[in-house]
């Protein structure tokens, strides 16, 4: 094949535009050891680093809608199946361990994840560890070793057995166990558990969490049982010997009262050399007088005051995750939360009473290990009393929060102890008991399908109950409502204004919740403190000062308010109608004050802002931005999106399917033909802009297949850049197709060795949301390299600042480069949109004042009708006046959403109109609008469905039709292509010309913009 080696300024390899290469897929490493769970607590009173238990429980939600929806993947087998998952929210990413090749429902499971999931090789399924796990009991049996309990670690590394006895007993289990087919740690010095019912909440036994009695236990949750009404709780609550199937309540001394009912369900138990292994879960059947319903106690303790007591619907049910925060909702204790997940148990032993005044040891099947936690609202070291056995195990994190519906998530069944036992005193009383650190609990996955049951959950705004179970095998599949994603937090103070931040103006307003200037990012500081990142205004930050963040301080009259702390002490505060300085540097004027509301703040989920505002909001601040109407974006038909991505499939693997490293040709068809110009294969240039336009398409759809084609052309990107003649960070304006990759020298095949800011943003880009999608170290890895390449290389002070061209290549070998000194605003654009979504992702302030840098350069080009120049000359400072081109006008509200970019879509759209037979849309600029420029009618087409002001919708359907047309009608298109150009010869004014050609930059943004896709914008 014959290569034409092309000046990219002449065929639209965009010298001065850059390339999005979003790639998706994920990828199966070596494996790692699970995150360690050791949460510090914040001056807050919720774990670090969450500002709050909402904040918390609104990730550790998300982690779990993905970890279920992996686990209740069909057709896994012993060579392709979960090992486990860890769903600890401080991590701020989910961890899914796999053994085997993964499964392309897991890939297409992880493209949709709402946080960002890790997908580590595992050596052992689960279901391999349950059995070996079985045989170490039999093993520790017959050498006459004491366990308690064999622990199953969520990597699938093996198995960790604990013995009762020392070192020696513990060698000699190592030994015995040698020849197990997985790995098993042995350790010594374990500490026995002990079933947490007792030998002899008072209250209503009709909900989860009361008191039941001899012996003093609990009841769990109300669930269906052979299609009758009924309620769980413990196995061990029921005797061993001289066994009774009758449970009591209690009367108003406390002692036995009337029966609340009979045990319906039989033992689960499987049979072993050693003998029975049950499951620690049992079924009553109410007495006639008695109706069980999808309620819990929360609140107090049996022994203490009703009034502390509370009732709550449970509205959901889930399966619990290591990492994840729970509460105990046992009725001897009352509610007890800050205790986290540790570790998943295949087997276990406990001791209990035995009926005869002496106490059994059984041994028990599948639990969950999970260990209170300290924090600053919550010191005490007691996750459970004896008397809690057989109580709700609900998904939970600080005080109130199980309270609230409808937040009440049913896991489990309290079974034994863990992590230490000592005597304590019942809540109230005088009388003793015992206390334990931990807690073992059957998790509903295990206990409701053993069983044959069904959970009771309630929509606590309609009132409607339905039944749910888990499937077979505990498999464990989310139930009830799917937890509301909130991805982000408004700042609401007592009055119930919300802070935003007004761009034209540069400082922070008082407006009403909604406003989209009032949703803020979270991040934490160097220092331990906090700041905001504003969403509408992506390079603004609240509470960014030096290093310094703002801290945030409880307020004393209850958990939900907050302050914003500034230096020296004093307090932000909101005063309706009034606005603060931008920066908050210094101290404000206001000293702390407990008691003015315009000082209290919450996080309130966007989305949600109903949500605990105070009763009576104030006024809406004067100064409220007019929102834009909510009409809905068009909808383009299916056939048509389908036929565009079954387009961009069929170029990229036009020389290699699977993971095999290609990019695809950019331009085929019609003018790029021409043997006279191109030689006898055509023009065969694939340009990193296009190729990044591609992959972000692919992840805009997000399937199976899309996603592996994503990943194949970002791990594409990687390579080029790793491999290059000057590794450096710097990816090249374009390489070429057959063959990408030379042999034997291992080099792309560079098409244009020019390197330009723009181009390595857009890349740059693509490789974060790679790491933003996949969890992959190396796309996060690439991507800073892009960025300090180009901050290297091209950073610049004259003038607004900003940063310039980057290197271009005139000899064709990349061993001449040379600096350009002009500055583009469409490169300004790419990178500032570039390194915020790095502040976003590492969290670094240093790429957000980056950001800051490009954008201050894109806002001095700004004309006083709000449309943009094309950049400067080669000094750096003055304005190149020579084109207006389209791309500024849209991409600059596509990247910052700053209102005052609004306008110049509004003049490009008018400007650069353009009517070519049966299409109407836009040109490359107003020097030729002569024809229409699809790629750029696209632009126009997200601008539009993302801006969604008064008139868009139509406006957008008119793009819509146009591309449509195209795609079917135009020269040279194949039916599900876009071209570039209504016809040949279209004049962008910059010495170029876009032809009637199919083009996978073109199509790609069709895609992109049919779907109300936003390439800028993580």
């Known amino acids: 094949m014959v290569h034409h080696i092309e000046d990219p300024a002449r065929r639209r390899g965009r010298w001065r535009r850059p390339l999005v290469a979003f790639a998706t897929a994920t990828a199966v490493v070596g494996v790692l050891a699970a995150p360690g769970i050791a949460p510090v607590a914040n001056s807050f009173g919720s774990p670090s680093p969450f500002l709050s238990w909402h904040q918390l429980m609104d ?27 860890v769903a600890a929210p401080e991590t701020k ?5 796999w053994h085997g090749e993964l499964a392309p429902e897991v890939r297409a499971v992880v493209a949709h994840s709402p946080v960002r999931v890790d997908v580590k090789s595992a050596p052992h399924s689960a ?9 170490v009991t039999r093993i520790a049996d017959s050498v006459g070793v004491r366990i308690t309990d064999v622990a199953m670690p969520q990597d699938g590394s093996g198995l960790t ?3 009762v006895g020392g070192e020696a007993d513990a060698q000699r289990l190592r030994r015995a166990v040698a020849s197990v087919s997985v790995p098993v740690t042995v350790e010594a010095n374990g500490t026995e558990s002990i079933s947490l019912g007792e030998p002899s909440r008072r209250s209503d036994p009709s909900a989860g969490g009361a008191q039941i009695i001899a012996p003093f236990c609990s009841t769990a949750f109300a669930i269906k049982y052979r299609d009758e009404n009924a309620m769980l709780t413990a196995d061990h609550c029921f005797m061993p010997n001289n066994e009774t199937n009758v449970r009591y309540g209690v009367d108003d001394s406390g002692g036995q009262g009337p029966a609340i009912g009979t045990r319906i369900s039989p033992h689960i138990v499987r049979q072993d050399e050693r003998g029975p292994v049950y499951l620690d879960a049992a079924v009553i059947k109410p007495s006639s007088n008695i109706t069980m319903d999808q309620q819990i106690w929360t609140g107090g303790a049996a022994d203490q005051s009703s009034i502390s007591q509370t009732k709550k619907w449970v509205s959901a049910a889930q399966v619990a995750h290591e990492g994840n925060w729970i509460c105990n909702e046992g009725s001897r204790s009352g509610e007890i939360c800050n205790i986290q997940v540790t570790t998943k148990v295949t087997d276990y032993y406990a001791k209990g009473p035995d009926n005869l005044g002496g106490e059994i040891e059984h041994h028990y099947m599948y639990g969950w290990k999970a260990l209170k936690q300290f924090t600053a609202a919550d010191n005490s070291s007691i996750a459970a009393r004896r008397g809690d056995s057989g109580g709700p195990v609900v998904l939970g994190g600080g005080p109130g929060l199980p309270g609230a519906p409808p937040n009440i998530t049913a896991l489990g069944i309290v079974s034994a102890t863990t992590g230490g036992t ?12 015992t206390c334990s650190g931990g807690i073992m609990f059957v998790g509903l996955e295990d206990a409701l399908p053993m069983l044959g049951a069904k959970i009771g959950v309630r929509d606590w705004s ?14 464990g599949v989310a139930m009830g409502s799917d937890p509301k994603p909130h991805d982000h937090t408004e700042l609401v103070d007592g009055n119930g204004a919300a802070m935003a931040y007004d761009l034209p103006s540069g400082r922070l307003v008082g407006s009403q919740p909604g406003d989209p200037r009032a949703d803020w990012e979270i991040l934490q500081t160097t220092d331990g403190g906090w700041m905001f990142r504003n969403l509408a205004a992506p390079n603004e930050y609240l509470g960014q000062s030096a290093d310094v963040g703002l801290q945030m301080s409880d307020w004393e009259g209850g958990h939900w308010y907050f302050h914003l702390q500034i230096k020296g002490g004093n307090c932000l505060a909101l005063w309706p109608g009034a606005s603060v300085p931008n920066s908050i540097a210094t101290p404000g004027n206001a000293p702390c004050d407990h008691n003015d509301e315009n000082q209290l703040f919450k996080l309130v989920p966007v989305g949600d802002e109903d949500a605990d505002l105070p009763s009576t909001p104030g006024p809406p601040p004067a100064d409220s931005l007019h929102l834009p109407s909510q009409q809905p974006p068009v909808k383009p038909s299916g056939p048509s999106v389908d036929a565009a991505y079954s387009f961009l499939a069929q170029r990229l693997d036009a020389h290699g399917t699977g993971s095999t490293l290609r990019v695809p040709r950019s331009y085929q068809g019609g003018h790029f033909e021409d043997p006279k110009l191109f030689g006898p294969d055509g023009f065969q240039a694939s340009f990193t802009y296009d190729n990044a336009l591609v992959i972000t398409a692919f992840l805009q759809r997000g399937g199976t297949d899309d996603v592996a084609h994503a990943t194949a052309l970002g791990d594409s990107l990687l390579y080029a850049q790793a491999h290059d003649i000057t590794p450096d960070g710097r990816i090249r304006a374009s390489y070429e197709p057959d063959p990408f990759v030379k042999t034997p020298s291992g080099e792309p095949y560079v098409g244009g060795f020019s390197v330009y800011t723009g181009n390595m943003a857009w890349a740059g880009m693509a490789l974060t949301r790679l790491y933003r999608v996949t969890g992959q170290q190396r796309f996060l890895d690439g991507a800073l390299k892009a960025a300090n390449w180009i901050q290297n290389n091209t950073a610049d002070t004259r003038g607004a600042g900003g940063y310039t061209g980057g290197l271009r ?21 790419d990178t500032g949109a570039f390194f915020a979504m790095l502040a976003g992702v590492t969290g670094d302030a240093g790429w957000a004042q980056r950001s800051t840098n490009a954008f201050r350069f894109v806002k001095s080009v700004q004309a006083a009708n709000g449309h943009l120049w094309t950049g400067t000359g080669l000094d750096g400072v003055t304005t190149n006046d020579d084109v207006e081109p389209e791309d500024v006008q849209t991409w600059s509200y596509l990247a910052t959403l700053d209102p005052s970019y609004a306008p110049a879509v509004d003049w490009a759209a008018g400007r650069m109109a353009a009517t070519d037979g049966p299409y109407s849309g836009v040109g490359f600029s107003g020097k030729d609008t002569s024809g229409v420029w699809f790629e750029g009618t696209a632009h126009l087409l997200a601008a539009y469905q993302v801006r969604r002001a008064d008139g868009d919708a139509a406006k957008a359907a008119t793009l819509m039709a146009t591309l449509q047309k195209a795609q079917s009608g135009a020269a040279n298109t194949d039916g599900k292509g876009i071209v570039a150009a209504s016809h040949d010869g279209l004049d962008t004014g910059e010495g170029d010309f876009y032809y009637s050609s199919l083009h996978t930059g073109a199509t790609a943004w069709y895609v992109i913009a049919a779907q109300g896709g936003n390439p800028f914008r993580l």
């Open 59 to 85: 990730i550790q939600g998300k982690m779990n809608e993905t970890a279920s929806a992996v686990e209740q993947v069909s057709g896994q087998i012993g060579s392709q199946a979960l090992a486990g998952v």
């Open 93 to 97: 990413h989910l961890t899914i361990y």
């Open 127 to 135: 279901q391999d560890l349950k059995d070996a796990s079985r045989e």
């Open 161 to 163: 057995a604990t013995v």
């Open 422 to 433: 000592w005597s304590c005193k019942t809540p109230g009383k005088t009388m003793a008991t």
């Open 462 to 475: 309609t009132g409607h109950v339905s039944w749910e179970d888990y499937g077979s095998g505990g498999g």
């Open 809 to 829: 290549n005139d000899d064709g070998t990349g061993q001449t480069m040379v600096p350009l000194t002009w500055k583009a605003t469409e490169h300004n654009i």
